[in-house]
Nanobody, 119 residues
Framework: QVQLVESGGGLVQAGGSLRLSCAAS????????MGWYRQAPGKQRELVAL???????DYADSVKGRFTISRDNAQNSVSLQMNSLKQEDTAVYYC?????????????WGTGTLVTVSS
């Protein structure tokens, strides 16, 4: 019953910046984590950045020092600031949420937004 709406994707030159945003709506129970995945052509989907409820964050090695994830708990949203973009960052980026219930954690991904980094 949770929906994720993503925005901010587009075309940018190498070295440039983009900011992705995602807002969760619907039934919000207890958010354990929100983050971003991506899938490049011909590659498997990978975790880019994750923000946990306790405040800790994880980043893929390939984006450390360039990307920053942030949460706005009041708005149930998450953003990804992407700086110094490289052609290798070209991918469809998916917002992710994990919520806790009494018995199980529930996961959901958004529909994705395309980021294209040109030379």
């Amino acid at each position: 019953q949770v929906q994720l709406v993503e925005s901010g994707g587009g075309l940018v030159q190498a070295g440039g910046s983009l900011r992705l945003s995602c807002a969760a709506s619907g039934r919000i129970v207890s958010i354990e984590a929100m983050g971003w995945y991506r899938q490049a052509p011909g590659k498997q989907r990978e975790l880019v950045a994750l923000s946990r409820s306790g405040g800790s964050t994880d980043y893929a090695d390939s984006v450390k020092g360039r990307f920053t994830i942030s949460r706005d708990n009041a708005q149930n949203s998450v953003s990804l600031q992407m700086n110094s973009l490289k052609q290798e960052d070209t991918a469809v980026y998916y917002c992710y949420i994990r919520q806790a219930t009494l018995m199980v954690s529930l996961e959901r991904w958004g529909t994705g937004t395309l980021v294209t980094v040109s030379s």
